[in-house]
């Protein structure tokens, strides 16, 4: 079974902080993906990669940037942490594009 | 970009019940997956859907790509307490979701 892991099940923090919010898969995926999810809202992509160092914007990219130095890790980034970026985070992988996606339990951040 | 639009919203049922939910898209499309989300998890892919007019099951879960390719339907059957959690449409190519149908089944 795929496994998509997420570094961290809850973290709170700070207006103005910088948060890193890690991602790892066991699988080779070629393909990955943030999502934020909020009530009433579903799923919204931020970011996705289908390389190593590729990257390519999503529908809410605003505030965010992604890193993708290896494979299997992709990480989202809040440069300066602020309060409407209170939610749910969810990474996923897919092995081609336009599969399936594979998706982690989620960070929940708190911005305070 | 192209709309999905999920409904209902919430539903709270009996166990027993069947239940039945959809999502339009605003575009045609080429593909439908369903996932179901459990509390404190991530979605799973339940069912996915490639040509129009497809029906699919999965157990008590039927699943249909509407044949003019805008909509798609999720039906489950006789409910029980572990379908409990969230049901998502999307959109394959797009990678986009829709708002989810939040479902409750009272024992």
């Known amino acids: 079974d795929v496994k998509v892991t997420q570094s961290s099940r809850y973290l709170v923090k700070r207006t103005g902080e910088k948060v890193f919010l890690e991602c790892v898969q066991d699988?080779?995926?070629?393909?990955m993906f943030w999502y934020r999810q909020d009530p009433g809202l579903g799923l919204r992509l931020i970011y996705f990669s289908y390389d190593v160092k590729m990257k390519e914007k999503g529908d809410i990219p605003e505030g965010y940037s992604v890193s993708r130095e290896k494979k299997e890790r992709f990480s989202l980034i809040l440069e300066s942490a602020s309060t409407n970026q209170t939610s749910m985070y969810l990474c996923?992988?897919?092995?081609?594009?336009?599969?399936?996606?594979?998706f982690g339990n989620g960070t929940r951040l708190t911005v305070t | 970009g192209q709309q999905l639009n999920q409904s209902p919203q919430s539903m709270f049922i009996q166990e027993g019940e069947d239940v039945s939910m959809n999502c339009t898209s605003s575009?045609?499309?080429?593909?439908w997956l369903w996932y179901k989300q459990d509390p404190g998890e991530g979605p799973v892919l339940l069912i996915a859907?490639?040509?129009?007019?497809e029906l699919t099951s999965n157990g008590r879960l039927t699943a249909q790509f509407g044949i003019t390719r805008k909509d798609s339907f999720l039906n489950i059957s006789a409910s029980i307490p572990s379908d409990v959690g969230i049901y998502f449409c999307?959109?394959?190519?797009?990678?986009?979701f829709g708002a989810g149908t939040r479902l409750t089944v009272k024992p």
């Open positions: 999307a959109d394959q190519i797009d990678m986009r």
């Open positions: 859907l490639y040509k129009a007019g």
């Open positions: 699988m080779d995926h070629e393909n």
């Open positions: 996923a992988s897919s092995l081609l594009p336009y599969s399936p996606l594979h």
């Open positions: 575009s045609i499309f080429n593909t």
